[in-house]
């Protein structure tokens, strides 16, 4: 069974950088068929699509936080990271790693059909 | 970017209720939808995709329409367990943008 796993600071202070490492286990991230993501959820609030990575490294963003995130993968430790620069309150967030199937395509058919638990990110000071 | 626009935002409703919720994309995406749901202090839990293809597991009074622009989730007979938010999301363009939610709570 599949199972991904968030870890990181909880607290982040305004203008440092957030880190995030999903583990996955059960599976490997290496998998040319799988695409790996972020999503997050600000409290109260609704859902917004960070960011995906592929094994081979390429990665599409969300242009809204383009400037400031970072997704990368670690196939040895069978891991991916977000690193989201300059953040601010706006930013605190519960933050899930999840996979898609991949397809070769922009338009795609496959939405998130494994997510992990999620991490609270608090910015403050 | 594709901004998806869910109504209603919250609905009340009682358990053996039958239930529509709407999806409504700001250009068409084809079949490119997925639906889920997500109760309190969990991760989203993926109920639909391909607009009306039931994910593995998914109980069959789910179900799932449209094409295009405008889409639906329904639920045949609400159970204890449905109530809970739901998002759709679109995966026709990127960023992968998800409507604002739907909170079904108890009547």
């Known amino acids: 069974q599949l199972q991904l796993q968030e870890s990181g600071p909880g607290l982040v202070k305004p203008s440092e950088t957030l880190s995030l490492t999903c583990t996955v286990s059960?599976?490997?991230?290496?998998?040319?068929?799988?695409?790996w993501g972020w999503i997050r959820q600000p409290p109260g609030k609704g859902l917004e699509w960070i960011g995906n990575?592929?094994?081979?490294?390429?990665?599409y963003y969300n242009p809204s936080l383009k400037s400031r995130v970072t997704i990368s993968v670690d196939t040895s430790k069978n891991q991916f990271s977000l690193k989201l620069s300059s953040v601010t309150a706006a930013d605190t967030a519960v933050y899930y790693c999840?996979?898609?199937?991949?397809?070769?395509?922009?338009?795609?058919?496959?939405?998130?059909?494994?997510w992990g638990q999620g991490t609270l990110v608090t910015v403050s000071s | 970017d594709i901004q998806l626009t869910q109504s209603p935002s919250f609905l009340s409703a009682s358990v053996g209720d039958r239930v529509t919720i709407t999806c409504r994309a700001s250009?068409?995406?084809?079949?490119?939808l997925a639906w889920y749901q997500q109760k309190p202090g969990k991760a989203p839990k993926l109920l639909i995709y391909?607009?009306?293809t039931l994910q593995s597991g998914v109980p069959s009074r789910f179900s799932g329409s449209g094409s295009g622009t405008e889409f639906t989730l329904t639920i045949s007979s609400l159970q204890p367990e449905d109530f809970a938010t739901y998002y759709c999301?679109?995966?026709?363009?990127?960023?992968?943008?998800f409507g604002q939610g739907t909170k079904l709570e108890i009547k």
């Open positions: 059960g599976g490997s991230i290496s998998s040319s068929s799988y695409y």
């Open positions: 999840a996979r898609r199937i991949y397809c070769s395509s922009t338009s795609c058919y496959w939405p998130y059909d494994y």
């Open positions: 250009q068409g995406i084809s079949s490119f």
């Open positions: 990575i592929y094994y081979s490294g390429s990665t």
């Open positions: 999301q679109q995966l026709n363009s990127y960023p992968r943008t």
């Open positions: 391909a607009a009306s």
